[in-house]
DNA sequence: ACATCGTAGATTGTCGACATTCTACGGCGG
DNA sequence: CCGCCGTAGAATGTCGACAATCTACGATGT
């Protein structure tokens, strides 16, 4: 048999407070300057302060929490000087990624692909911010898979949340980037995957970081819009 | 008075179970494949699993060791084919410092920054290798903290390891990067200084650059050669 | 009033013990 | 002889308790 079942891998608690924490910053439940206390996260969670532990140092490495010994961890926010240069790694991540999967990824993999896409246009209509988010997810971290770059990779899970902050308020908000991710969070990914289908690495290169650096526009235009209000509000 | 201390960070054991361990990775003393058994090495440090664990995590976080859930970690090498990659985003964290560094950097940054180098030259000179690398890693870091990123030196320090693994092996040992690097360790950071002294960034930028990609470049060289050699052998 | 010091409470750091899971090995049946 | 299963040992995962450290607040003296 030709066909293999992916390996899934034993889930420990650590994993569980990971994703619960981060998911919480992520959708803004936690607010940057709000502090996390071990035993209250530990005891919400009705577990021990050992995985909640482990779970706030990797938010510490991924740069979604401050962390000082004896001081305790609080949730940071992305300063906008250098949402630029974040974007811009994450593109050439990308970049690399894309390249060795066009020369690859099997078709089967390619269907599973637009299936992401499929479920992320679902969750646009539905409304489903947190559902738009986790197709996104998925569309782009099975690139990674293909590619099969092993530090590469972990380098992009490790910057994942890091980029995704920020286009998350920005997507939920009411300001001008919203109705713009709503229009093109499908139609921007369909290049990719076209190029991937024609197995085209300079197009398919191009494409990823078109959509990477038109992301990381749209927010700092978003910013621009923003301190304009404030200066504006400021002002009167 | 205008002149500060520099705030002394509280020493916890984790960080120094972590200084420990990259450091093994470094020199060689842990080779890729290894295994790392928490009770082993909280033994041998006369101290308990827990700092040793948190120790772990981090290094899997820089990408030095694989960790499955309870299946343990082991040391990981750096694969050839990611070399070019890691070092170009590693150039283009380091040109955004520098950048930065010039706006800010004080005479008195500029003199540490001197000072490094002296002590590099000395350890060049002794033929003391941990030592060098102790002096480069604190000139780049000094750049970095003078640069204000936080995001930015987060990921920079994070990716240090990864950078110095492979730098540190082909500086040690015998081939033909050995005596590239004991003729150019200080040599290739002096243009460097020297735009930092005129606060011109474009130069700054440059140097930093072919600096880091130089490197790169002679690392894969070894790499190429030691294939060369490898099939050479092998023909035999 | 002001700065310093000391103390009590809160929070993180480390520890040792136990639970859970993996791995290797040997018995068992075919 | 070969493959399957169960078990024993080893390693990691989680827990609760205690130690070390920080923070806030009030006493003390000037």
Redesign the interface.
């Known amino acids: 048999m030709s066909f293999q079942f992916p390996a899934v ?4 608690l650590r ?1 569980d407070v990971l994703a619960v924490l981060r998911k919480a910053i992520l959708e803004g439940d936690l607010k940057p300057g709000d502090r996390l206390l071990e035993a209250d996260v530990a005891a919400q969670m009705g577990i021990s302060r ?1 995985p909640v ?2 779970a706030v ?2 938010l510490e ?1 991924e ?1 979604l929490v401050d962390f ?3 001081r305790g961890s609080t949730v ?1 926010g ?2 906008n ?2 949402i630029d ?2 974007y ?2 994450r593109a ?2 990308e970049s ?1 990624a894309i390249r060795r999967a066009c020369e690859r990824i099997t078709d089967e993999q390619i269907e599973e692909l637009a299936e992401h896409l499929h479920r992320m246009g679902r969750a646009v209509e539905a409304g489903d911010y947190s559902a738009v988010f986790e197709a996104d997810h998925a569309f782009h971290a099975t690139i990674q898979r293909v590619a099969g ?4 990779r ?2 992009w899970e ?2 994942d949340g ?1 980029v995704r902050v920020r286009s998350y308020q920005a997507f939920e908000g009411e300001g001008p980037a919203n109705k713009y991710f709503r229009r093109t969070a499908v139609s921007s990914h369909v290049p990719i995957l076209a190029a991937l289908r024609a197995r085209d690495a300079d197009a398919a290169e191009k494409a990823v970081r078109d959509h990477i650096l038109e992301v990381s526009e749209r927010i700092q235009a978003e910013d621009s819009a923003a301190a304009a209000h404030e200066v504006h509000a400021a002002a009167r």
Chains 1, 2 share one sequence.
């Open positions: 891998p034993a889930r420990v994993q050992a532990r482990e140092r990797q490495q740069g000082q010994p004896h940071l992305v300063p000087e250098e240069a974040i811009e790694l050439e991540l690399r770059y092993r530090l590469l972990r380098m490790s910057m890091l």
